[in-house]
């Protein structure tokens, strides 16, 4: 957590958060510095703002988050919004996505193999019309049965 707020506010957010470090009493620029800082410590880095002195910060993030009741700074700089302010769907948006990411690959993997067995197949002169119909449209069904699954959350 980087915060403009005193230590002491700071170390009780952090607390009440469940975090075990925070970087308090940072002006605008500091906090830019630390975002460089955790960049180079950590990769990507995500920024939650709501305020005119978090835009800068948001921006230089990988990924700036801005409340939903921010200032219009910290809602235009950001890339994504939450609009309820709740901070507890960043981290289920994040396993949503990279579940998102592993069922585009499955469905990829799939298809290039369905369509390489089928042109082999009928490079062989094995495969008929309606078999051909019926592979590639079975295929493309279950592609899409296997992306209905992230509707299970």
Known sequence: MITGDHEQTAASI???AGLKEWISEC????????????REAYGSVAMVGDGVND????????????????TDVAI?????????????????????????NR???????FSIAVIILLITANFAQSLTL?????????????????????LRG
């Open 14 to 16: 952090g607390h009440e």
């Open 76 to 100: 235009e700089t950001s890339d994504l919004v939450l609009m309820n302010s709740e901070l507890h769907k960043i981290e289920r948006s994040y396993k949503l996505s990279t579940k998102l």
């Open 27 to 38: 002006l605008p620029e500091e906090k830019v510095l630390q975002i460089e800082k955790l």
């Open 130 to 150: 309606p078999l051909g119909v019926i592979g590639h449209e079975g295929s493309t069904i279950l592609v899409i049965l296997n992306g209905l699954r992230l």
């Open 55 to 70: 835009a800068p910060a948001m921006a230089k993030a990988d990924i700036g988050i801005a409340m939903g009741n921010g």
């Open 103 to 109: 069922i585009i690959k499955q469905n990829l993997v």
